[in-house]
Nanobody, 121 residues
Framework: HVQLVESGGGSVQAGESLTLSCAVS????????LGWFRQAPGKEREGVAA???????SYADSVKGRFTISEDHDTDTLYLQMNSLKSDDTAIYHC????????????????WGQGTQVTVS
C-alpha cells in the first residue's frame, strides 16, 4: 500500500526558507499524482502544489513564485521548497497521492501522510 512520510517542518521567521521532504513508497504504477496540502488551525485543508508524472507542476495562487515542488526519482522523495515564508503559511503540511486524473485538481487525493508542522512568526 502507499506510504507517505513527511519531514522537515519547523519554526522559522517570516522571510526565511524551509524545505519539506516526503518519502514515498508503495505506488503501484507511474500514473499517480503527488502533491502537498496544508491545513491551518480553524481552516479547511487546501492544496498547495502538485506534480504530474511528466514533471509538470501546479501551484495554489497563494504560493506561486515562492514554493517549488520537485521529486528525486532515485530516492523516491517528494520535496517542497518554501521561500519567502509568511505567517499565513503556518499550517500542518501533508504529502498526498492519488491515481491519475488532473494532478492540479485538488480533489480525490486519497493517500495521506501524517503531516509536519510549519510555523512562521
Amino acid at each position: 500500500h502507499v506510504q507517505l512520510v513527511e519531514s522537515g517542518g519547523g519554526s522559522v521567521q517570516a522571510g526565511e526558507s524551509l524545505t519539506l521532504s516526503c518519502a514515498v513508497s508503495g505506488l503501484p504504477h507511474s500514473s499517480y499524482c503527488l502533491g502537498w496540502f496544508r491545513q491551518a488551525p480553524g481552516k479547511e485543508r487546501e492544496g498547495v502544489a502538485a506534480l504530474d508524472r511528466d514533471g509538470t507542476a501546479s501551484y495554489a495562487d497563494s504560493v506561486k513564485g515562492r514554493f517549488t515542488i520537485s521529486e528525486d526519482h532515485d530516492t523516491d522523495t517528494l520535496y517542497l521548497q518554501m521561500n519567502s515564508l509568511k505567517s499565513d503559511d503556518t499550517a500542518i503540511y501533508h504529502c498526498a497521492a492519488k491515481y491519475g486524473g488532473n494532478c492540479g485538481d485538488w480533489a480525490q487525493y486519497n493517500n495521506w501522510g501524517q503531516g509536519t508542522q510549519v510555523t512562521v512568526s
